[in-house]
T-cell receptor, first 114, second 116 residues
Framework: GDSVTQMEGPVTLSEEAFLTINCTYT??????LFWYVQYPGEGLQLLLK?????DKGSNKGFEATYRKETTSFHLEKGSVQVSDSAVYFC?????????????FGQGTRLTINP | EAGVVQSPRYKIIEKKQPVAFWCNPI?????LYWYLQNLGQGPELLIR????????DSQLPKDRFSAERLKGVDSTLKIQPAELGDSAVYLC??????????????FGPGTRLTVL
């Protein structure tokens, strides 16, 4: 079945460092790809998405490019802030019965130190 | 606009006791999801509703879990009896499905269940 594999955490960086969180997927069709973020005590929030190959999703300084040839959707940010500390989930959507079914990776906990 | 509301936020019970979780989706959203999130893992779908109809409950352990969405708005997820392995976070999400594959899911804060 469809699956998502994320970079093992936790990840700890200093403020203003460059961030990469790796994500690869396995899917039979052509899924849409997502990054969700979960801040402490809150629900998952959609951070960005890409719906087809070579699309780039971006939001709040974060970017990810849908790479069909490497089945990847790595999350990047050029200069992280303390407020970016959270758990990040990569996910794909598979169409089942005409509706989006999300399959999540295991999450990567990110801590940014001042 | 209010987000997805869940209650309670935390629940501690002893094994074999019943427990119920409540979810109020974003106003106007026709699709509602319940997910299970184990510690250190991503969410896994338990059940999906289109209005009041459960259209995908293939991952719901029906021997002890049940759910309902009366009038196609609020939803309740119940476990009876609870087991130690049910300790997890239960997430509710909702979306407005207007066409195949076009909906974005919005998540509530979750209910953290601890079974002793």
């Amino acid at each position: 079945g469809d699956s998502v594999t994320q970079m093992e955490g936790p990840v700890t960086l200093s403020e203003e460092a460059f961030l990469t969180i790796n994500c690869t997927y396995t899917a039979t069709g052509y899924p849409s790809l997502f990054w969700y973020v979960q801040y402490p005590g809150e629900g998952l929030q959609l951070l960005l998405k890409a719906t087809k190959a070579d699309d780039k999703g971006s939001n709040k300084g974060f970017e990810a490019t849908y790479r069909k040839e490497t089945t990847s959707f790595h999350l990047e940010k050029g200069s992280v802030q303390v407020s970016d500390s959270a758990v990040y989930f990569c996910a794909l959507s598979a169409l089942e019965q005409g509706a989006q079914k999300l399959v999540f990776g295991q999450g990567t906990r990110l801590t940014i130190n001042p | 606009e209010a987000g997805v509301v869940q209650s309670p936020r935390y629940k501690i019970i002893e094994k074999k006791q019943p427990v119920a979780f409540w979810c109020n989706p974003i106003s106007g959203h026709n699709t509602l999801y319940w997910y299970l999130q184990n510690l250190g893992q991503g969410p896994e779908l338990l059940i999906r509703y289109e209005n009041e109809e459960a259209v995908d409950d293939s991952q719901l352990p029906k021997d002890r879990f049940s759910a309902e969405r009366l009038k196609g708005v609020d939803s309740t997820l119940k476990i009876q009896p609870a087991e130690l392995g049910d300790s997890a976070v239960y997430l509710c999400a909702s979306s407005l499905r207007q066409g195949a594959g076009t909906d974005t899911q919005y998540f509530g804060p979750g209910t953290r269940l601890t079974v002793l």
